[in-house]
């Protein structure tokens, strides 16, 4: 079955407490990206990458980084997360080439930081 | 998984009528558009897409209409079920790019 799969799905921590958000996708997509998801906002995102060692940054990407060492596997990695990182965070992918347009979710994962 | 849809606009109809869902989208370069429905706790799930030379396509019980004059987009679901309540989002992408631009949704309520 094809899917994007994050984890971990809920997780509560301590500011500063550096935590890493997994995700895989088993469609071989080039492209894939990270967005947060808070009330009254729409997806926005945080980083995206192109293909494997191509990243770059989205619209909200402070306190994130990413990395993309292999085609199926993107983690967000969050150093020193604070209260306001607290959110929905959802990986996405889709194929590179110009036919395919439509982007795929994972499940998300819900993060709260105290 | 609530908590993200507190502020969304709602959509209640009954059982078996038909449902509009609208979205006003922002880019007039954007090419390709799609809606998603997202059930609590769920991730984004795919429904229909339309490209920017089409006004208008159809699905299994939906049909997404576009019209670039105004910059506007519809969801319209045929006699909607219980199944169909979500909240219900659009995507645009700019052309060229691989940015997506999403709407906040609507919350669409079936009531019995």
């Known amino acids: 079955e094809a899917q994007v799969t994050q984890n971990p799905r809920y997780l509560i921590t301590v500011t500063g407490k550096k935590l890493t958000v997994t995700c895989s996708q088993n469609?071989?997509?080039?492209?894939m990206s990270w967005y947060r998801q808070d009330p009254g906002l729409g997806l926005r995102q945080i980083y995206y990458?192109?293909?494997?060692?191509?990243?770059d940054k989205g619209d909200v990407p402070e306190g994130y980084k990413v990395s993309r060492k292999e085609k199926r596997n993107f983690p967000l990695i969050l150093e020193s997360p604070s209260p306001t990182q607290t959110s929905l965070y959802f990986c996405a992918s889709r194929t590179g080439d110009r036919g395919g347009n439509t982007i795929y979710f994972g499940e998300g994962s819900w993060l709260t930081v105290v | 998984g609530e908590s993200v849809g507190l502020h969304l606009p709602t959509l209640s109809v009954q059982e078996g009528d038909n449902s509009i869902i609208n979205c006003a989208y922002s880019n007039s370069a954007s090419d390709y558009f799609i809606w998603y429905k997202q059930e609590s706790g769920k991730g984004p799930q795919f429904i229909i897409d339309i490209r920017s030379n089409m006004d208008k396509r159809q699905g299994q019980r939906v049909t997404v209409l576009l019209n670039k004059t105004v910059k506007h987009l519809s969801l319209q679901i045929a006699a909607t079920q219980p199944g169909d309540s979500a909240v219900y989002f659009c995507?645009?992408?700019?052309?060229?790019?691989?940015?997506?631009?999403f709407g906040t949704g609507t919350r669409l309520k079936v009531l019995a």
């Open positions: 995507a645009e992408k700019v052309r060229g790019t691989y940015k997506y631009i």
């Open positions: 469609m071989n997509h080039e492209y």
């Open positions: 990458s192109m293909n494997v060692e191509v990243t």
